[in-house]
């Protein structure tokens, strides 16, 4: 069964550095988004990302934050200038088709960020 | 703005039989999703089952069941014939309502655990 594929399972960075984070999305969905969830928290939404343009975003996702799809397969989030506060698991996902609610996301194994 | 709400933090099941986990959510549009995704210790999100705000019939997905009572604005999924495999968090969350967008609203989570 397809599935979306995150890289690194787990991410240790210096408090100040850039970090990447990177999805394959399930080939032939359109719709991607990032989520994340700070242990022990709910999941929360960050920004979702259709025809090469952000779709959607949340009040978290400042300009601190950036998504891009460099290539055809590729969905990656960028955190520059990370804070402590930004260790979380970061999840990526994909569904079908936007505008119908009965498409389910489908999320990878997510990317542990842990900010010394 | 909607809400997702999951009364029960914790909850423990005898193995073999039936569970009802809980999920209440507020919404003043009547067009909606709602899933349920299940995060195991190891931490990936994993798609269980939906229900649409205008599905006439109860959703059921293998040993997975939704108990859907729209004027009560509850969405229970109901696990039965419980397995040591199912002790993971649950997660209700809501597509569409009040966001009139495609993210997921997620509620805080019920932690199931299951005894031998």
């Known amino acids: 069964e397809p599935e979306v594929t995150q890289t690194p399972s787990h991410q240790v960075t210096q408090m100040g550095q850039e970090v990447i984070l990177r999805c394959v999305p399930i080939s032939n969905h359109l719709y991607f988004y990032w989520y994340r969830q700070i242990l022990g928290q709910k999941v929360e939404f960050l920004v979702s990302f259709y025809n090469n343009e952000i779709s959607e975003k949340s009040e978290i996702f400042d300009d601190q934050f950036s998504v891009e799809r460099p290539d055809g397969s590729n969905f990656t989030l960028k955190i520059r200038s990370t804070k402590l506060e930004d260790s979380a698991m970061y999840f990526c996902a994909s569904s079908e088709a936007p505008g119908a609610t009965n498409q389910p996301q489908h999320f990878g194994d997510g990317t542990r960020l842990s900010i010394l | ?116």
Do not use: H
């Open chain 2, 1 to 116: 703005a909607q809400k997702i709400t999951q009364t029960q933090p914790g909850m423990f099941v005898q193995e073999k039989e039936a569970v009802t986990l809980d999920c209440t959510y507020d919404t003043s549009d009547p067009s909606y999703g709602l899933f349920w995704y299940k995060q195991p210790s190891s931490g990936e999100m994993i798609f269980l089952i939906y229900q649409g705000s205008y599905d006439q019939q109860n959703a059921t997905e293998g040993r997975y069941s939704l108990n859907f009572q729209k004027a009560r604005k509850s969405a229970n999924l109901v696990i039965s014939a419980s397995q040591l495999g199912d002790s993971a968090m649950y997660f209700c969350a809501m597509k569409g309502g009040d966001n009139a967008g495609n993210m997921l609203t997620f509620g805080g989570g019920t932690r199931l655990m299951v005894k031998p």
